[in-house]
Every structure is written in C-alpha cells, then in structure tokens.
C-alpha cells in the first residue's frame, strides 16, 4: 500500500511530487504540467471562425428580404391551414363524457403506463389477502370460535388488506419505474 500512495503522490508527466491538495482532489499531474497539457488542448481545439467578408451584422435587412420573398412564395391556403392547426393544438382539449371518475383518476395517476404495475399490483392482493386470513386464523384458533362466525370479517378484512396491499405494490412498481 505505501508503494501505491507514493505512486499516486508523483506527478505522471514529470515525476515531481505533488501538493496535498492537489493530490486530495485526485490530480495525478502537477500544476505546472496540467497548464502545459491545457495549452496544449485549447492549440488544438482552436478554430477560427469565418471571415467577415463585408458583411454588415448591424443591418439583417438581406435576410429581411429574403424571408419576405420566401413567405409571398408560400401558398395562402397553407399558411390559413398551418394557423389553424396550430390554434387548435393551443386550445384545450374538453374530457370526454363517457369517462368514468374512476378511469379519469386512473389516467390521472398514470396506472397502466408500465406492465410491471398489474403484477406488483396482484402480489400485493395476494399478500394483503393472505396475511389476513393468517391473522383471522389465529385469532379463532386462540378465541376457540367456530370458522364459520369469522366469514364475514375474514372475507371484508381480507378485501381491505388486500387494496393496501395492491395500493402498496403499485406503489413500489411506480417507484421502480421512476
């Protein structure tokens, strides 16, 4: 391990040691040669751009021309449609009257929009069901009580558990997704 932290504490180019704070960052070039390579790298990347050629940049009245030019080549019937098109896109759209509150609380919330949410969705039922019914079940082994008096709770409880649990699952498929 020494040899390694005396290695990473040596400059790669040049071979002098490096400051803490440099070598604290995870430099592995002193600062003399880091500048060398950026000169180096900006030489490189230098482009000159193009010459100005005359061109007045105060003055767009050239391309000014030419843009009305190319408009009056236009056809008013696709500049009319183009208009409308876009008028219609801005407005908004109305909800449809066969859509239920549920499916518009479900589109809302975006159920349906990744495969994995029905099947989180039904283990989550499964387990809320299950773990229910376990719990019922051990209640009417301690309490002595006949299974058919705990019907009722069993089925309505195990129907509550399970939505949490399904609620639960499709939570974590969401979450998963994001």
């Not at 500048?35 to 751009?49: F, H, I």
């Not at 008013?76 to 008028?87: G, I, M, P, R």
């Not at 066969?98 to 479900?106: C, M, N, Q, W």
Request: glycine share 12%; aromatic share 6%; net charge negative.
């Amino acid at each position: 391990m020494a040899d390694n932290v005396a290695v990473r504490a040596r400059c790669g180019a040049c071979g002098v040691g490096l400051r803490f704070d440099d070598w604290s960052k995870g430099r592995d070039q002193c600062r003399a040669c880091s500048a060398k390579a950026k000169a180096k790298d900006e030489a490189r990347s230098y482009v000159p751009g193009p010459v100005g050629g005359g061109i007045d940049v105060a003055s767009p009245a050239p391309a000014g021309d030419e843009f009305a030019r190319l408009l009056d080549d236009l056809p008013d019937e696709l500049v009319e449609e183009l208009a409308s098109a876009l008028e219609a896109a801005a407005m908004p759209q109305p909800a449809p009257d066969d859509e239920s509150a549920v499916s518009g609380f479900l589109a809302e919330v975006g159920f349906g929009s990744d495969p994995r949410e029905l099947l989180w969705a039904t283990w989550g039922f499964s387990v809320g069901f299950g773990a229910n019914v376990a719990v019922a079940k051990l209640a009417q082994i301690s309490a002595g009580a006949p299974i058919s008096d705990l019907m009722v709770p069993i089925i309505a409880g195990g129907l509550i558990a399970g939505g949490a649990g399904a609620a639960i699952g499709w939570g974590l498929a969401k979450l998963k997704e994001s």
